[in-house]
């Protein structure tokens, strides 16, 4: 049996503050992303994100990677996936100018369960009964922070859900990607096509930006992209099994923005429902690592 390397401890600390700060930031983007909902259409504020966070991302690449992150050697396949990147951001930054930023932080955190799911319906990946429990309890955790059939369920909970199904399409999708290329090539290309794509629809919904507005859209394009840059090296550095259960920190995160800037509280069940969905989410990335290990 393969045993996964020891990362360094000095590497693992580095992993989880990179990861912590990482969350934290696309916490932060995804605040702005509600601020500007309030004027602007979802895709217009992805196109303007992408467009300027595209030189940045460029930088990094060619930084990290040398020329050959620079280059694709499956374009088709990024361009595929830039499809998914610009529905899924379209589907949460909606859903965030209805709700709460915490409850939708929270619903999008059952996209490792749709991962596992998915694994297993499409790729025909071998998925022990206990992670499909694990499925279960998870989507269980969603009815408890949804409550179909009660008056506290809106239809609009269903976007996160929705989101984090598109999400899950688009990590597995990076299996058709040429494994020649580098994380690194992922994240130019992601940032490249979602403004393309996006560019196709501006004629359509654009509305001319507010000066004032224009230092929010340079934030959001810094703040995602740096969040994205520091959470792809921080598995880098760190193994998956310590630094992916830290994604979830976002909630604190969330919750801290909603209450600061909204004064959004999430109630009870939604902690409940979120704390069920992220035990699961927990227990299948741990469950994960002792396969493959």
Request: charged share 10%; glycine share 6%.
């Amino acid at each position: 049996m393969l045993q996964t390397p020891i990362k360094p401890r000095t590497h693992t600390s580095a992993g989880i503050l990179l990861m912590c700060v990482g969350v934290a930031c696309l916490c932060v983007n995804d605040a702005l992303a509600k601020t500007l909902t309030a004027h602007y259409s979802p895709f217009q504020i992805q196109f303007l994100r992408n467009l300027i966070a595209l030189p940045f991302a460029i930088f990094i690449a060619h930084r990290m990677g040398g020329r050959a992150a620079l280059r694709s050697h499956r374009p088709l396949a990024h361009l595929m996936r830039g499809g998914l990147w610009v529905g899924a951001t379209f589907l949460f930054f909606t859903s965030i100018t209805y709700m709460g930023l915490a409850e939708a932080t929270a619903l999008i955190f059952v996209a490792p369960l749709f991962i596992t799911a998915l694994s297993a319906l499409i790729f025909r990946e071998t998925v022990g009964w206990k992670r499909w429990l694990a499925v279960l309890i998870g989507f269980a955790g969603v009815l408890i922070a949804v409550r179909p059939g009660t008056s506290a369920f809106q239809t609009v909970s269903l976007l996160p859900v929705a989101t984090a199904f598109v999400y899950a399409l688009l990590m597995l999708s990076a299996r058709f990607v040429d494994s020649r290329e580098s994380v690194w090539t992922l994240l130019l290309y992601m940032t490249a096509t979602g403004a393309l794509i996006s560019l196709f629809i501006m004629p359509f919904i654009w509305t001319p930006v507010r000066p004032s507005d224009v230092w929010l859209f340079a934030a959001i394009a810094i703040f995602g992209t740096a969040g994205m840059t520091m959470m792809t090296q921080a598995f880098r550095l760190a193994p998956a099994v310590v630094v992916a259960p830290l994604d979830y920190s976002a909630i604190i995160w969330a919750t801290l923005l909603g209450w600061l800037f909204w004064t959004e509280i999430p109630d009870a069940l939604t902690f409940v429902g979120a704390a069920v969905i992220i035990s699961s989410g927990v227990f299948i990335i741990w469950r994960e690592h002792r396969v493959e290990g």
